[in-house]
T-cell receptor, first 115, second 114 residues
Framework: SQTIHQWPATLVQPVGSPLSLECTVEGTSNPNLYWYRQAAGRGLQLLFYSVGIGQISSEVPQNLSASRPQDRQFILSSKKLLLSDSGFYLC??????????????FGEGSWLTVV | AQSVTQPDIHITVSEGASLELRCNYSYGATPYLFWYVQSPGQGLQLLLKYFSGDTLVQGIKGFEAEFKRSQSSFNLRKPSVHWSDAAEYFCAVGFYNQGGKLIFGQGTELSVKP
């Protein structure tokens, strides 16, 4: 069965420091991968998605970037964090179309507090 | 532009009462529709989904949802709510292209009174 892992689970970082959140998927190959952010009291905002290695689509202009160095690895980064980057970050994956449609499965999330 | 609206930010129901959470979408084609549930501090769990066919779909934990094309709605229902159903519920629209991404509504927080 497929599993998704993301880490760290919680992170407290000072303003201006770098960020790296990592996500890996096991038990499948060539998945679509996603990073969502959930700010306090708000819904989920899609930040990036990737349909393959090195292929990143950005949904909103922001202080963050994403990379996919391997098939099942998705990394969310920032060179200099802002206070507004605080939130709950969720990595997710889906199979390509034709298998189970585009049902998206989520990791357990990473809490980021920028101080 | 595609969007999802959940008009109720917070709903409180008594345990054993029925529940309906509203969801309206804006999308030019037949959408893929989903409901997810999120317990505090955790990831999202899929409750049910609609791709095609029967417009009444059954999900886990006794939930069901009905797709109504004429109303652009996909409301979630449960006949009898349990205290463990207290959580945040998200409706989402999926896209066949664009990497299969989902656009989520703002969520509805459900509280259950004993």
């Amino acid at each position: 069965s497929q599993t998704i892992h993301q880490w760290p689970a919680t992170l407290v970082q000072p303003v201006g420091s770098p960020l790296s959140l990592e996500c890996t998927v096991e038990g499948t190959s060539n998945p679509n991968l996603y990073w969502y952010r959930q700010a306090a009291g708000r819904g989920l905002q899609l930040l990036f998605y990737s349909v393959g290695i090195g292929q990143i689509s950005s949904e909103v202009p922001q202080n963050l970037s994403a990379s996919r160095p391997q098939d099942r690895q998705f990394i969310l980064s920032s060179k200099k964090l802002l206070l507004s980057d605080s939130g709950f970050y969720l990595c997710a994956w889906s199979l390509k179309q034709g298998s189970s449609g585009n049902t998206i499965y989520f990791g357990e999330g990473s809490w980021l507090t920028v101080v | 532009a595609q969007s999802v609206t959940q008009p109720d930010i917070h709903i409180t129901v008594s345990e054993g009462a029925s529940l309906e959470l509203r969801c309206n979408y804006s999308y030019g084609a037949t959408p893929y529709l989903f409901w997810y549930v999120q317990s505090p501090g955790q990831g999202l769990q899929l409750l049910l989904k609609y791709f095609s066919g029967d417009t009444l779909v059954q999900g886990i934990k006794g939930f069901e949802a009905e797709f109504k094309r004429s109303q652009s709605s996909f409301n979630l229902r449960k006949p009898s709510v349990h205290w463990s159903d207290a959580a945040e519920y998200f409706c989402a629209v999926g896209f066949y292209n664009q990497g299969g991404k989902l656009i989520f509504g703002q969520g509805t927080e459900l509280s259950v009174k004993p």
